[in-house]
């Protein structure tokens, strides 16, 4: 009767912390996808638009979204310089940033106007970079631009290296069906939960 009273109770444990997975995985799914409703934008030094990939010196579909709305940032005098990000990525021979600076000159933003950072590969390195060019050039305040279920994670990374932010999520995201958002919201949910973990050690 020990044994099995033991083996009930291990059941009773596993299941437990199964549920209590479970809540925390719909928890944490609400809490970004309510954040990323939210547009905080107000007038700052620069917006600086998170990288998403190119290819062959072509903005992404995704980037090209993020891109536009930091231009109509820029456009409607809530910025005066754009800080685009990201390095060189597999299969590339200039860096995202590059691409993306191309892009902005294309849709008329002025070079003088429009920085960029050619290190990173994550959301991460694209924002303390950014932060880096900031202090360089005495930019104090930024307006984040990704899209609204990455807006969580990256305004929290800003906020961890120092960076006065508010959000403002691209309205034309490209995840917008059930197919692309799921996965991506998924994703985020590992990322955002890995980082929390990650950043209690630092």
């Avoid at 954040?35 to 990939?53: R, W």
């Avoid at 980037?63 to 310089?81: P, S």
């Avoid at 950014?130 to 930019?139: P, V």
Wanted: charged content about 20%; proline content about 3%.
């Amino acid at each position: 009767m020990q044994k099995i009273s033991r083996k009930r109770m291990l059941c009773f444990g596993l299941l437990l912390a199964l549920l209590g997975g479970i809540v925390l995985w719909g928890a944490v799914a609400v809490i970004i996808v309510n954040y990323g409703k939210v547009d905080e934008k107000a007038p700052s030094d620069v917006a600086i638009v998170l990288g998403a990939g190119t290819w062959k010196g072509e903005v992404s579909p995704v980037y090209r979204e993020r891109l536009n709305h930091g231009i109509w940032l820029y456009q409607n005098g809530y910025v005066e310089y754009l800080i685009l990000t990201g390095g060189v990525g597999e299969g590339n021979s200039v860096s995202d940033a590059a691409a993306a600076k191309a892009y902005a000159l294309s849709q008329g933003v002025p070079e003088a106007v429009i920085l960029i950072e050619e290190k990173s590969t994550i959301t991460e390195e694209n924002l303390f970079y950014a932060k880096a060019l900031m202090d360089e050039l005495s930019l104090r305040s930024a307006i984040i631009v990704s899209d609204p279920l990455h807006m969580k994670r990256a305004m929290l990374m800003a906020s961890d290296y120092g960076i006065d932010a508010c959000s403002s999520p691209t309205p034309t995201t490209m995840y917008r069906s059930l197919k692309t958002r799921i996965p991506f919201l998924a994703r985020e949910e590992f990322f955002y939960l890995g980082y929390l973990v990650v950043r209690v050690f630092r």
